[in-house]
């Protein structure tokens, strides 16, 4: 599957940005989809997760109430809203998806459980 996330931008601490990421090339209701992040100089962390049908999601504690991560799977995308906007929350955002069993269900916070990552896109929050 060929991911193309988009959505980043700049904004004042406080305000909200909605990422998308969009899907292709295969049964996007197959994937279970992850968006992560990466701070300069920091290793790429895990944000959020849903599951394929998405019944069930999963934050990083330093986003639970603020974000929000949603997918349409007739339309093959996958949305993070994220509000409240901390300058702390600059980074580079990555949607990821991956298909298989894992054999162990917190498989979804490690990015090297992923085979398919989109491009990034660029999140900058000014204070």
């Known amino acids: 599957v060929q991911l193309q996330a988009s959505g980043g931008g700049s904004v004042q601490a406080g305000g909200s940005l909605t990422l998308s990421c969009a899907a292709s090339?295969?049964?996007?209701?197959?994937?279970?989809m992850g968006w992560f992040r990466r701070a300069p100089g920091k290793e790429r962390e895990f944000v959020a997760f849903?599951?394929?049908?998405?019944?069930?999601?999963y934050y990083a504690d330093f986003v639970k109430g603020r974000f929000s991560i949603s997918r349409d799977n007739a339309k093959s995308t996958v949305s993070l809203q994220m509000n409240r906007l901390k300058s702390e929350d600059t980074a580079v955002y990555y949607c990821?998806?991956?298909?298989?069993?894992?054999?162990?269900?917190?498989?979804?916070?490690?990015?090297?459980?992923?085979?398919?990552w989109g491009q990034g896109t660029q999140v900058t929050v000014s204070s």
């Open positions: 090339g295969q049964t996007f209701s197959n994937y279970g």
């Open positions: 849903i599951r394929r049908g998405g019944d069930r999601t």
């Open positions: 990821a998806a991956d298909s298989r069993d894992h054999g162990f269900s917190t498989w979804y916070l490690r990015s090297d459980e992923y085979i398919h």
